[in-house]
């Protein structure tokens, strides 16, 4: 296999440039979220009323009003549906590459199972990300503040499913559009932001262990030191 082929399919398993999607795409994500609580808060109630008052359809001069709001809402629902798909497809190509970059024979399909299998998905992904950070081979001592971060990551983002999928449901309170609050957004947040320092920490292990990585035998010259200049070597005959 040749030298340059060799170079062009580690670059395609590193992970750093998929690391940067998951930032921005995160960042996006808890954007949307708070145009759309902020909106809830200040607008939702009202535009929720009115909407009642026309039985869901705005129609007549009275109605032109509500129109921009409703319009609004609907941009900002499609705004965090997008951005959520981002993050999560992202995400899931970082942790292949992620994955790869330890073994370059790694599959994806136990990624796509990890979380798509219901049950399944609520332990594999934090325990194949911590399968990548003991494929980087950390320096010791590092266990201990590498689970509390994980840990720490993965309760978060249970908290936020859970308030998303059941708090939501079965919230009595009508009158809101869709119940999306701030104890939403802050779960939300705590989890994006834990979710990005795992990603960073990987990333930081996977790049120190690749600059240590031992270079295979013909790929660059080895090295030998040079006498400074004015000085004679030693043992050398004149």
Not at 73 to 91: D, N
Not at 169 to 183: E, F, H, M, N, R
Not at 187 to 211: G, H, I, N, P, Y
């Amino acid at each position: 296999m040749a030298r340059g082929e060799i170079n062009v399919r580690y670059t395609q398993a590193s992970p750093a440039r998929a690391a940067s999607a998951v930032y921005v795409t995160l960042t996006a994500q808890i954007l949307s979220l708070g145009a759309l609580v902020s909106f809830e808060l200040s607008r939702g109630r009202r535009l929720a009323a009115e909407l009642a008052a026309f039985g869901g359809r705005p129609q007549g001069a009275d109605a032109e009003a509500v129109v921009g709001a409703v319009t609004l809402f609907a941009v900002l629902m499609m705004l965090v549906a997008v951005t959520t798909v981002a993050a999560a497809a992202a995400y899931v190509t970082w942790l292949v590459r992620a994955r790869q970059a330890n073994d370059r024979s790694a599959a994806t399909a136990p990624v796509a199972a990890a979380w798509l299998l219901p049950g399944v998905n609520l332990v594999a992904p934090a325990v194949l990300v911590d399968e990548v950070w003991r494929g980087t081979r950390p320096p010791a001592g590092r266990r201990g503040r590498w689970l509390a971060l994980l840990g720490s990551w993965w309760a978060a983002w249970l908290g936020t499913l859970a308030l998303f999928t059941i708090r939501l449901p079965l919230d009595a309170s009508a009158g809101d559009l869709t119940g999306v609050g701030v104890p939403e957004l802050a779960c939300a947040s705590v989890a994006a932001l834990l979710c990005a320092c795992t990603v960073r920490e990987l990333t930081r292990l996977q790049r120190a262990a690749r600059s240590a990585r031992v270079v295979e035998p013909g790929t660059l010259r080895p090295f030998s030191p040079q006498p400074a200049p004015g000085s004679t070597a030693v043992g050398r005959p004149s």
